[in-house]
């Protein structure tokens, strides 16, 4: 499932509300430092036709005439989401883009929340990790607890490290939303000790102030993935929830 537009939407969202997106990667393909197994835009390599990044000038063009349409629609909106085709913070404008959305968000649907989608592995530069302190929503992700379980269900590009990853989070002081997948592959389950008890430690250690628990409801392009149940997951996630972290949980009923 690719977007086409670098503006799209509105649409509804499991865990937004009406939300309109905005995609800073190719129209006709995926670009991403991962290649998840459960990804809903499908394999990396089907995507590699289209390389063409929208610039700032374009998305700001493209998110004023949108916010304009709808506001004249009368339509009202919960959140402007990144959450294209791939990674946002690959844009090399991404910080610039942000500064744009969030003026045109003051100016248009102040209350709307600006929320981004990022799989994390780009907040240890320093522009990214400035842009994402100023959005409502900054939504990263951790799936697996180690590197060799993240290969297994995030097939990271080379270089990824996990211990990176949660070292730049942990300066968000917990001002930020974990998001975090729950499935069952051929060599991956959520459920297993190994995954969920290092990824309750990493809750722990940096103490998001929301996590988002969901599981896959799109087609995936490894074939034979479970999904979880809300119930399933609520008993996973339950030594958490005594503990008072606050998780929203989505999936199958
Ligand atoms: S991080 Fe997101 S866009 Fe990238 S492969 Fe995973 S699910 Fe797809």
């Not at 393909?29 to 991962?34: A, E, I, T």
């Not at 004249?72 to 991404?94: A, K, R, V, W, Y």
Request: hydrophobic content about 40%; aromatic content about 8%.
């Amino acid at each position: 499932m690719l977007r086409e537009e670098t503006v799209f939407g509105p649409i509804h969202s499991r865990r937004l509300g009406r939300s309109l997106g905005i995609n800073l990667l190719p129209t006709k393909g995926k670009l991403c430092n991962f290649d998840c197994i459960y990804c809903e835009c499908g394999w990396n390599c089907d995507g590699r036709g289209d390389t063409v990044l929208p610039t700032a000038a374009k998305v700001r063009t493209d998110l004023e005439n949108k916010l304009m349409e709808l506001m004249l629609e009368g339509t009202q909106i919960d959140s402007i989401t990144f959450s294209g085709d791939g990674e946002p913070t690959l844009n090399p404008e991404f910080p610039r883009i942000i500064e744009d959305t969030l003026f045109l968000r003051d100016a248009y649907c102040p209350s709307a929340k600006v929320s981004v989608l990022s799989n994390a592995t780009r907040v240890h530069v320093p522009a990214v990790f400035e842009a994402l302190r100023k959005v409502d929503n900054p939504i990263l992700k951790i799936d697996a607890p180690t590197d060799e379980l993240a290969a297994r269900i995030n097939q990271p590009a080379p270089g990824y490290s996990i211990e990176r990853v949660i070292e730049a989070l942990e300066r968000f002081e917990g001002d930020f939303i974990l998001q975090t997948m729950f499935l069952r592959s051929k060599d991956f389950d959520s459920a297993s000790p190994e995954v969920l008890d290092g990824w309750m430690a990493i809750v722990r250690r940096l103490k998001p102030r929301k996590i988002m628990v969901y599981t896959i409801d799109r087609p995936t392009p490894e074939k034979e993935i479970e999904a979880f149940s809300v119930a399933r997951m609520e008993q996973l996630v339950k030594p958490l929830l005594d503990e008072g972290f606050q998780i929203d949980i989505k999936g199958k009923e």
